[in-house]
């Protein structure tokens, strides 16, 4: 059964308020064209360097805003709502960096906590230290839908092929990665691993991406992207400010993908042995 997928980009900024008012006029401007899953980027509650201040206004999923419009907008919709994550206070002064799945009518479908944590140094001069912050969550999910088998991933997430692999293999025929990608990893990397992960999964990928120069300083590269199992990008958004972007997702194509590449068939279990090189005298044997 084929429907209409949206990906909605955002420039999210440090009140939540703000930001869930900008998620709703969005989300509804999907669901105008017709979109009956709609997905926001990570975070879309809040992008906020400074962790004192984010901590002031973080609040537990159930008095969450984002959590709270999400539901609203979802049973008023009719539609499947995606909260891509936001910040959700935790027990013991934890967060978690935590996506919502919402049925149409209003009801949690499914949670999931981003599980690899964004810990890098850039050549830019960027230092980002997730984990200082955040829980990592540690399971990952594939919901049956009417329409499809959907797998959940966020952000950085993308990088670890071993985990959409395993979702692949449990069926998911759509995989979601809303993010909040830097420019610079993502001018080098964003589409390819996208596309990659479309491509060597045989599945359709929705990623709804923040954009553009945020209140806190960061700057997020955008290209909110919807990608078929042959890697072609269906539907695309320009590098800053907030969009729509909406596609036909047709779940038989996936199907028909591994019907012509069998890759999730045809692996097979080996081991890894680490030999020597060069040795004096000659080489290993």
């Known amino acids: 059964m084929s429907f209409k997928a949206a990906a909605v980009q955002m420039c999210s ?10 998620m709703a006029r969005l989300v509804r401007e999907a669901a105008a064209q017709g979109a009956t899953y709609v997905q926001t980027p990570e975070m879309t509650g809040m992008l906020q360097r400074d962790r004192n201040a984010a901590r002031a ?4 999923e159930t008095h969450d805003i ?4 999400g539901s609203e907008l979802a049973r008023e919709l009719g539609i499947y709502m995606h909260v891509g994550s936001t910040a959700i206070a935790l027990a013991h002064g934890k967060i978690a960096n935590r996506g919502f799945l919402f049925g ?45 088998e959907m797998g ?26 809303p993010a909040a990608f830097t420019k610079q990893t993502g001018e080098a990397h964003w589409e390819i691993l996208l596309r990659a992960r479309a491509i060597e999964n045989g599945v359709f990928v929705v990623a709804a991406a923040q954009a553009g120069r945020h209140e ?41 993908a591994h019907d012509k590449i069998p890759n999730l068939r045809n692996g097979r279990e080996f081991s890894v042995e680490k030999i020597a090189g060069a040795v004096a005298g000659g080489v290993a044997a």
């Open 13 to 22: 900024g440090v009140d939540p308020a703000r930001n869930a008012a900008a």
């Open 57 to 60: 206004v973080l609040a537990d």
């Open 66 to 69: 984002i959590v709270k419009t």
């Open 104 to 148: 149409p009518d209003g009801r949690i479908l499914n949670r999931y906590d981003k599980i690899h944590m964004f810990d890098v140094d850039l050549d830019n001069g960027e230092s980002w230290r997730e984990s200082a912050a955040y829980t990592a969550g540690s399971e990952a999910r594939v919901l049956s839908l009417p329409f499809a």
């Open 152 to 177: 959940f991933a966020i952000c950085y997430d993308v990088r670890f092929p071993a985990l959409f692999r395993a979702q692949a293999v449990a069926g998911a025929e759509v995989m979601t990665v």
């Open 216 to 256: 806190d300083g960061r700057e997020t590269f955008g290209h909110s992207m919807i990608i078929d199992p042959w890697g072609t990008v269906l539907a695309s958004a320009g590098a800053t400010g907030e969009a729509v972007i909406v596609a036909e997702i047709d779940p038989s194509a996936v199907k028909a």
